[in-house]
């Protein structure tokens, strides 16, 4: 019998999420454009209340994620395997990899990768000042690393594999749909999975998959655009020329989510991270190279030695000051990174079948973060370097601006040309933000309209180009109406809409220790039901070599003594 939302048919959807969501996500759009002042003004609003209220839930909750990460990597449940036992993984682990790291955060690091230490360097809470008075500029560089480390490294990985491991338990091995909702089975029950409130958690899932996939639309299309304006291929690209690469960008998505994941979006992830693994190794060859090779090293070890401390960092001590900032930046990032959990952990569900526990969450967990180390290694350590040799121990110049200011969407940019065939490394850039944003926006495509299927692994192709057209919409919608104030709003939706999804991730982890001990001790049953038998025989053996029993006879043919157990000397 087909399960909730897999109707018959290849054009009916689940009604109780695919309206609501599409609603919620369309009156959004059509309020920011008809009352772009005040949606702005509630949008800073709740996010000043949550960030000045609630930033140390956040900070304690995604530490929380790791910690759990963690013990589900050295934990005795490990060997599970996410699909029947004799299952193979459906996907090489080249293409597998791609496809993860592609899907989770490819885009925003080739953004921040200069951007953010640049930005730390400059402004991290009660270190701005002491640069400017003639501090360390060393430790503070060091220290603006290691802060952009803690954003990127285990503690986003860890949200999607929280996600992820709980979906991909709950499709591969229990043969449920591709839905949030079932993961809270074991909590909840089937009947109000099935129910109303499972469409709530869906609809919750595709929303912050369309806002947070649309808000790294709208940072790819800006960097695009000084891209574009760096190669001088055009003056200053306006509002017209950016929403026409949104269209182009989302029509090249469109056609990937449509052809599927073994052709689309496997290969275009593949690519992608080829391209990306080229400019990196160029970066570091024509950069300063045995200074990057003593930085990695050595950052390896500051990341690990500060990792509890920053990870629990809320800048308590710091005033409105610390607050702004954490509002900026770590908060941000954990709402954003939350708010991209259903997107990316349903994803790499997708794709992870026949892979065991440990090495879905080991594989999620460490191999991107070891990437992420040497991606910000190679580019924030670079823009560092040419920073401090430019201006020595003065707080400002080269790639920061002389009020303190950091180009964003540019910092890349300026850097790539500073080294040899600076212009064709920037025209790499370029089309290497093009193709992570293609797969940021067919992966989110996919994931929002399974979500909206009700867990079907493979909607129909209509409604995979709806949820395509409609992330493009939004991000235009928001470009041309609100520009800058238009996409802040959408990033405080992400750390707004983060906040009842943190509750949900919560008791999927109490979820999945349930269904793991459950698993645990069906495995010791098994195992010690074998071992019994395995016993028997010997004794049987043993016996049937004495002479005492017959030795063409078995231990189950032994008659028993009423109480279930053989009683082979009878």
Known sequence: MAQPGQQRGGRVVRPGVFYPAASF????????????????????????????????????????????????VVGRSGEVKLGPDDAEPEFGLGSWFAMLFAAGMGIGLVFWGVAEPLHHFAGIPNRSSEV??????????????????????????????????????????????????????????????RGALGDVIDVTAVIGTVFG????LGLGVSQIAAGVQALDLVGDPGLAAQVLLIGVITLMAMVSVVTGLRRGIRWLSRLNLGLAGVLLAFAAVTGPSLFLLRE????????????????????????EQGVEWQSWWTVFYWGWWISWAPFVGVFIARISRGRTVREFVAGVLLVPSAVTLLWFTVFGGSALWHQLRREGAEFRGGLIGADGSVSQAGSLYELLEGLPWGTVAVGAAVVLVVLFFVTSSDSGSLVADMLASGGRADPPMWSRVFWSLLEGAVAVALLTVGGETGLTALRYATVIIALPFSVVMIAMCVAMVRSLRAERRLQLRIQRGLQREELAARVWQNLAEEGVVDPDTGPEDAPGDGSGRHSPGS
């Open 132 to 193: 400017a008075q003639g501090g360390d500029a060393a430790a503070t560089a060091e220290g603006a690393l290691v802060q952009t480390l803690v954003h990127w490294g285990l503690h986003p990985w860890a949200i999607y594999a929280v996600v992820g491991l709980a979906v991909a338990y709950t499709v591969h091995r229990r043969g449920r749909p591709v839905s949030l909702r079932w993961v809270l089975e074991p909590l909840l029950g089937e009947r109000w999975v």
């Open 213 to 216: 996939v649309a808000t790294s």
């Open 25 to 72: 996500i369309v009156g959004f759009v059509v309020l920011a454009m008809a009352l772009p002042e005040a949606a702005f003004a509630w949008m800073t609003a709740a996010q000043n209340l949550i960030v000045g209220s609630l930033s140390w839930y956040y900070v304690a909750v995604v530490a929380g994620f790791v910690v759990f990460a963690l013990w589900v």
């Open 296 to 319: 990695g090293v050595q950052l390896v070890g500051i990341y690990a030695q500060n990792l509890i401390q920053l990870s629990l960092n809320t800048t308590a001590l710091s005033g």
